[in-house]
């Protein structure tokens, strides 16, 4: 299977339209959001293409295609306009003998790992920066970026898996970093 990762879309209709372009390129059968869909917050500029409702409307047409988790900015009031669960801490998926603990990152993450096993990966968006690193016992932290407002000079990217390997990709479609389980 073939499963795409996004992150961090903070209600950009422009962003989240050229996200599923990259998803169907890609061929993926599952598009998992890493939360923060719909709203900025605070600590964010308002990004140009801020139209959440258009988000909403976007998102529902695909809601069998995606899973996601929630948010620091995701709220309970989104999931009543959402078609598709977001509230959600965490999920996750076992492939090729490994757990991927999938999150958005701002309750569990490399500083405040949650509970792995050696060789375990994490997988978490929040930061707006692309990231594959090693961490604790032998595990990985994978991190898409955003999609809207990548962060210290990163792309807008996304994060594809299959058959054991990640690719980190911009929005351009040239992998910017990868990870082979």
Known sequence: MKIMFASDIHGDYDCACAMLEKYREEG????????????????????DGYAPKKVIELLNSVKDELACVRGNCDTEVDQMVLEFP???DCMLV????????????????????????KGDILIHGHTHVLTVTEFGNG???????????????NPKSYM???NGLFEIKDFEGNIVKQFEI
């Open 28 to 47: 993926a059968e599952k598009l998992i959001l890493l939360g923060d869909i719909l709203y900025h917050g605070p600590r964010n500029d308002l990004p």
């Open 86 to 88: 977001i509230l959600s």
């Open 94 to 117: 076992y492939e090729k003998g490994r757990c991927f603990f999938i999150t958005h990152g701002h309750r569990y993450n490399t500083s405040e790992p949650p509970l792995l096993k």
């Open 139 to 153: 595990n990985v932290y994978l991190n898409p970026g955003s999609v809207s407002l990548p962060k210290e000079g």
């Open 160 to 162: 594809v898996y299959q």
